[in-house]
């Protein structure tokens, strides 16, 4: 791509190995850029006008990380002139602009966008905004009070989003409030399925440990079998909702699932060419967000 847009004597020729190389690029777009163990082929081959296309194409079938990671590898290859009169990183900082990070993830923005270098702090904070809005929208962010009391906490229900098991996001509804020695328990359900274990029931709830202590558990209990723990949560006070954040993955049964879904993908990709999707970890946390019962005379607006 980048001899054909740099060529002195453009022709037929050269546009038709151009659409060829862009062509390629566009349906494996790591494969092409971002190949392993590589330092002089790859997205480092290209000069700035051929970066500048690749960045500035739409119909790239690749995530806009894939693309930042892109833009960041040429920037790190290159030497401090880019042969525009601009530094590396300020011409980067440009052509990050043609990057939407509001389709990224915060956790992948906090972790490789913020402190790479290139993309401007108002792009960023522009990002945020479009995903903190996303969330409210999505009902996981609310206006919720210091404390709920206990009785709207035992007519609420939960909304979980965001686990990297797919299979537990959704609404519970609280089912139970039991009471033991020491603490009041709270029970919020949903029926689902569990790939590999089957239908059941999903659980939100606390357990009393040996040592008195209480967690948050969230569970999957399959149709006349075991329970099966999740994830876990410290109790951060004597309420009866779950916490927001604060969630684990429980190991164990996270390392049996993600072996079951490797299994599943390497598979399907033997009835594939190839893949630019990237997995998602199966122990990534949820977000819980506790919501009131509405009376039936109310609505929401927009």
Known sequence: LDEALSGENRGSHT????????????????????????????VQSLGCQAITRVMSDDNIQASELTMFRCLKKWAESRSSD???????????????????FGKVSPSDIAAEVADSGIVPVDHILAAYKTQALLAERKGLLSQQARRVDDKAATSGRVMVQGAGLSAVNGTYYSSSTAYSMYWRHQQYTRRGTLPVYGDGEFLLHTITLPD????????????????????TAPVLSDELIPPMQTWDAVTAI???????????????????????????????P?????LPDLPDTLSITS
């Open 212 to 231: 008195d202590a209480k967690k948050w558990f969230l569970s999957f209990r399959m149709e006349g079998g075991p329970q099966l723990d999740l994830y």
């Open 82 to 100: 880019d042969g525009t009169g601009l530094a590396t990183n300020q011409f980067a900082r440009r052509l990050s602009y043609r990057i939407d």
């Open 254 to 284: 996270h390392d049996t699932l993600q072996r079951n879904s490797c299994k599943q993908q390497s598979s399907l990709r033997k009835h594939t060419s190839f893949s630019d999707e990237r997995e998602e970890g199966l122990d990534n």
């Open 15 to 42: 546009e038709e190995l151009s659409h060829a190389a862009l062509g390629i690029i566009r349906l494996r777009t790591e494969s092409a850029l971002l190949p392993p163990d590589t330092s002089e082929i790859g």
């Open 286 to 290: 949820p977000i819980c967000v506790w």
